[in-house]
């Protein structure tokens, strides 16, 4: 599986943007997929998850700003990004794995990652 992050950009506080992680190869419809991110400095922080079924989980500092979705038919996962801060501002990274239970995905050693997209939110 390879995943190609794309919809990074430079915003201003307060904008929204749309990340899209296109996957190629092996379908991922029945795939966990994640978003991280890591900002200059820090570890690799999770983001979102969703899982084979639809089910959603986020991080607490993005709660009710950022949405991650799947389009199966398009082997494609977003993150809709709302209300930006700029402790936003991170690469962000897409990830896919072949597990299907329920365990806390936010935790996953995830099988295949993208390369990032640069997000950069100014105040």
């Known amino acids: 599986v390879q995943l190609q992050a794309s919809g990074g950009g430079l915003v201003q506080a307060g904008d929204s943007l749309r990340l899209s992680c296109a996957a190629s190869?092996?379908?991922?419809?029945?795939?966990?997929m994640g978003w991280f991110r890591q900002a200059p400095g820090k570890e690799r922080e999770f983001v979102a998850t969703?899982?084979?079924?639809?089910?959603?989980d986020y991080a607490d500092s993005v709660k009710g700003r950022f949405t991650i979705s799947r389009d199966n038919a398009k082997k494609t996962v977003y993150l809709q990004m709302n209300s930006l801060k700029p402790e936003d501002s991170a690469v962000y990274y897409c990830?896919?794995?072949?597990?299907?239970?329920?365990?806390?995905?936010?935790?996953?050693?995830?099988?295949?990652w993208g390369l990032g997209t640069l997000v950069t939110v100014s105040s």
């Open positions: 969703i899982n084979w079924s639809g089910s959603t």
């Open positions: 990830a896919a794995d072949p597990y299907r239970g329920s365990a806390d995905l936010s935790r996953r050693e995830y099988a295949y």
């Open positions: 190869g092996r379908p991922v419809s029945m795939y966990a």
